[in-house]
């Protein structure tokens, strides 16, 4: 069982890796507005009326973001390590909508027929 922990740690470590500050930013930004476009049903004087989500606010998204926007390094750095705890928190399907809307992609999911998959054709060994 230990050996499996330290292989999620690992792939855990290698996810968070890929941060930059511009890269969260954007993916903090996104992530603010998947949260938002969610909806739930509250009754307010006997109707029932849908609320925007506020689970961004709850999960500090704009402090998030604003340090992400800062002009000073260190808040910048602080705003990306927030991030990256924040990050493995959410929900596959979460993170996938948000790496799906700024666009990022894991170019071994590719199609051959995608220009973005820079693979190299596979040889044929009987062509050779």
């Known amino acids: 069982m230990k050996g499996c922990w330290s292989t999620i740690k690992q792939v855990m470590v290698l996810e968070l890796e890929t941060f930059t500050t511009e890269t969260a930013l954007d993916a903090a930004a996104e992530l603010s507005r ?6 739930h049903r ?8 849908l609320v925007p989500g506020q689970l961004g606010e709850a999960l500090q998204l704009p402090r998030i973001i604003n340090r992400l926007q800062s002009k000073q390094q260190r808040f910048r750095d602080q705003g990306r390590d927030d991030f990256q705890e924040l990050w493995p928190t959410l929900s596959a399907a979460t993170r996938e909508k948000v790496l799906s809307a700024i666009g990022w992609y894991d170019p071994k999911d590719l199609d051959w027929e995608d220009k973005r998959s820079n693979r190299q054709p596979k040889v044929d060994p009987d062509n050779a």
């Open 34 to 39: 998947v949260l938002a476009a969610r909806t």
């Open 42 to 49: 509250r009754k307010i004087l006997g109707q029932e009326v």
